[in-house]
Structure formats: C-alpha cells, structure tokens
C-alpha cells in the first residue's frame, strides 16, 4: 500500500481543482479528496475539513517544489506569453472590458435625468393646473 500524504487544504471547490490541474499537469499523482460531497453541497466544506489534495507521500517534497517554482516563475511566463510587460498585458487584455462597463453604466445615469426631467416637467404641469383651478375659483 502506498502511503499518501496530504498536499494541502482549500476551501473553495475552484482553487482545490487548479491546483490539482498544475499538480497533474506537473506529473503527480494527486487526488481531490472529499470531492464528491463538495460539489454536491459546497456549503459542507467547513464541515468536512475542507477539500484535501493528497498524493503519495514520496511526491511530496517534489511537488511543493514544482508549485513554488511555478508561482515564482509565473510573470516570466505570462510575459513570454503576450509578449509585452505584464502590467501593459494587463491593460491590454482588459481594456475591452473597462469599454463594455462605461457603455453598460452610462444608461443608469441617463435614465436618472430623463426620469427627473420627466418629473419635473409633469410637476409644473400640474401645479400649472392647480394655479388655473385656485385662480378660476377665486374669480366666480
């Protein structure tokens, strides 16, 4: 029987299966423990101790290592991959986004004065009419 040891603990369904992905992709042997009962009702994690990554117990030391590595050497990678600094990259690939933002929240703002112009226009009208009826009233 092969020992397993626990790679580490999450609590959040999503980072547990990243890092099993980097574990796997890196050539370990890792399981998701506690998985099932997860998805099923994520609001059991707490309970369960979390979701345990655990993979036999000879990996162990050379998978922490292979994490460390890849976290540290993660801005070098992504900027190989745009192929510009990572903070213009950024900007870059969320500029799009920012567009669509402005162009979906000006419409509140838009709505808002037209809203009040409407309001105030109607509220005139109507004290238009009150000052007609008071005056009509006032004359007979």
């Given at each position: 029987m092969i020992m397993r040891a626990v790679f580490g603990t999450y609590f959040m369904i999503e980072e547990a299966l990243v890092v099993a992905s980097l574990l796997t992709d890196g050539g370990f042997d890792v399981s998701v423990d506690n998985y099932g009962h997860a998805t099923i009702d994520p609001m059991m994690i707490p309970a369960l101790g979390g979701i345990r990554l655990?993979?036999?117990?000879?990996?162990?030391?050379?998978?922490?290592?292979?994490?460390?590595?890849m976290i540290h050497s993660s801005q070098g990678r992504l900027e190989l991959e745009f192929g510009i600094p990572l903070p213009a990259a950024i900007a870059e690939h969320f500029r799009w986004r920012?567009?669509?933002?402005?162009?979906?929240?000006?419409?509140?703002?838009?709505?808002?004065?037209?809203?009040?112009?409407?309001?105030?226009?109607?509220?005139?009208?109507l004290e238009a009419l009150a000052d007609d009826n008071q005056g009509k009233a006032s004359s007979s």
């Amino acid at each position: 029987m092969i020992m397993r040891a626990v790679f580490g603990t999450y609590f959040m369904i999503e980072e547990a299966l990243v890092v099993a992905s980097l574990l796997t992709d890196g050539g370990f042997d890792v399981s998701v423990d506690n998985y099932g009962h997860a998805t099923i009702d994520p609001m059991m994690i707490p309970a369960l101790g979390g979701i345990r990554l655990s993979l036999p117990a000879a990996q162990l030391r050379e998978a922490r290592s292979y994490v460390a590595d890849m976290i540290h050497s993660s801005q070098g990678r992504l900027e190989l991959e745009f192929g510009i600094p990572l903070p213009a990259a950024i900007a870059e690939h969320f500029r799009w986004r920012t567009w669509i933002m402005a162009v979906l929240s000006v419409p509140t703002p838009v709505l808002m004065a037209g809203l009040a112009l409407i309001w105030g226009l109607r509220t005139r009208k109507l004290e238009a009419l009150a000052d007609d009826n008071q005056g009509k009233a006032s004359s007979s």
